[in-house]
């Protein structure tokens, strides 16, 4: 009987050893793989056998694979991704918004303004001469046309904003439903107890790093290995069921203002919660598109169409202003005719940079340009002079000149744009950091592993001389008997 006990002692041990060949040998060829984790195969001593001496160990049996993942370094490195994400759209769009101002060019809004203000200083000089009052008008229209130019391509910016967040949203939702998938698979391979629940649970972190891309979220894995998701205070994923989320828009009635936010969905498609990611590409558009590119943001927060209104409104007050106390060519003396340079706009059409452009009653019509400030003196230029002055202006909006203003404005986008390649740089050391630490957790060490290899087949080598030994032993007690 104890030879037979050595023969199943050494079968054991040779398929322990196998098994933890195999383990290893799985490692090595995952070294590679993205988001692979480390797997163990934990040894056990089987039951001993009781005998008159004493208990006598019966070999060994594989209890169980065990993953070094560890949900920490899991949460710290989702965090990084949806702030780099965030700081990576960032980054994009504020340049997109830059070369929209062209600042670096020589056709920039700041020369722009600087010559129309300049048409009416050489006006001032020739008030009596046509070609300088066609060259204020012609200066005119350019400004309003490249006020109405950057606010279309700030409208088309957010029309593509919109566009891909509703793609982002596309990508969450298909995320979504394969990690319900995986959590329904972890919980049939938990039943049946094999260990492919690793693997599974190995994918399912990649695809929740996947998600984070997209928006911050809040995993937290149950007593049954099961993830739960939460995006922005909302749940949208609770075991192997998955809420259906969609990119939902409001407009206000009264100011026009129009905002979107991530939504989650009931089986019925009724709105059962708002989400609010504050990271992530959809948590960075969705500002973008509700304050940054929104022109009738509530929020207070730092609108760039907004400011860029303000500024052509405050322009066109301004030299409306003046110019209706002034006179053109062929005025009477007495009263000013009252003429506005530039549209005026209505209560329900509001001037704004999309809708700036000249008055009917000055527009092809240049001896109506006010360059006097008395009727009958074609040789005034006073009128001219004062609009042109307005250049100088320090009070000309929020106690700044209007150079100063736009200044301003384009500081407000490399401070944007500034800020958000800082903030990529600091993440990417932190993500890097904290990569290299999980990595020497549960990654995948050769040199580590090749010693596993070296103890598992000398382990192995042994196993097949205790069988050997045992069945030479029986074939000597075998021929003895007969």
């Known amino acids: 009987m104890a030879l037979f006990n050595s023969l199943e002692i050494g079968k054991r041990a040779l398929i322990a050893q196998r098994f ?3 383990v290893t040998s799985n490692n090595i060829a995952n070294v590679n ?16 056998l009781a005998t008159s001496v004493g208990l006598l160990g019966t070999g060994v049996a594989v209890a169980r694979v065990d993953s070094v993942r560890q949900e920490f370094f899991d949460r710290e490195i989702r965090t990084t991704i949806s702030s780099l994400s965030g700081f990576n759209a960032d980054t994009e769009l ?9 600042e670096t060019s020589d056709f920039s809004l700041d020369k722009t303004i600087q010559e129309f203000f300049a048409a009416f200083s050489d006006l001032a000089l020739r008030p009596e001469s046509i070609d300088k009052r066609k060259s204020v008008l012609n200066a005119g229209n350019n400004l309003a ?35 319900a998938e995986l959590n329904r698979q972890i919980t049939i391979a938990r039943a049946q107890g094999n260990d492919s629940g690793l693997q599974l649970s190995d994918q399912r972190a990649n695809l929740l790093e996947d998600l984070s891309d997209f928006v911050d979220i809040r995993v937290t894995i149950n007593a049954d ?3 739960n998701v939460n995006i922005g205070g909302g749940t949208v994923l609770t075991g192997t069921s998955a809420q259906t989320v969609e990119l939902g828009e409001s407009v206000d009635a009264v100011s026009g203002e129009r905002d979107i936010a991530l939504v989650a969905l009931n089986g019925k498609g009724d709105i059962i919660s708002t989400l609010n990611p504050t990271k992530g590409e ?10 940054t590119l929104d022109s009738n943001d509530s929020s207070g927060g730092l609108s760039i169409i907004g400011e860029l209104n303000g500024l052509a409104d405050a322009i066109v007050d301004k030299v409306n202003t003046s110019h209706a106390t002034g006179f053109g060519l062929d005025d009477a003396a ?21 809708t700036m452009a000249l008055s009917a009653d000055v527009e092809g019509l240049p001896r109506n340009v006010a360059a006097a400030d008395a009727g009958e003196e074609p040789g005034n230029g006073e009128t001219a002079r004062a609009i042109a002055d307005l250049l100088q202006a320090q009070d000309f909006i929020n106690d700044t000149s209007v150079i100063e203003s736009y200044s301003g404005l384009v500081a407000d986008i490399g401070a944007l744009g500034s800020d958000a390649k800082n903030g990529a740089a600091t993440i990417e050391i932190v993500q890097s950091q904290l990569t290299a630490q999980r990595e020497a957790v549960l990654g995948v060490n050769l040199d580590e592993e090749a010693i596993s290899l070296i103890q598992f087949q000398r382990a192995f080598d042994a196993s097949a001389r205790v069988i050997n030994t045992a069945s030479e032993m029986l074939s000597v007690l075998v021929n003895l008997g007969a």
């Open 20 to 22: 933890g060949l195999d």
């Open 334 to 354: 007495g009263a000013a005719p009252g003429r506005n340079f530039f549209d005026p706009g209505s209560v329900l059409v509001p001037v704004t940079a999309a």
């Open 94 to 102: 504020i340049g997109r918004l830059e070369a929209i101002f062209s």
């Open 225 to 227: 290995n099961l993830a």
């Open 33 to 48: 793989t993205r988001g692979f984790s480390r797997q163990n195969a934990v040894l056990t001593e089987t039951k001993p």
């Open 282 to 291: 959809v948590g960075v558009l969705s500002n973008h598109y509700n304050v």
């Open 145 to 179: 046309k490249h006020f109405n130019s950057i606010s279309q391509g700030i409208e088309d910016l957010r029309f593509d904003v919109k566009n891909r967040a509703e793609d982002a949203v596309v990508e969450i939702n298909r995320i979504l439903n394969d990690v």
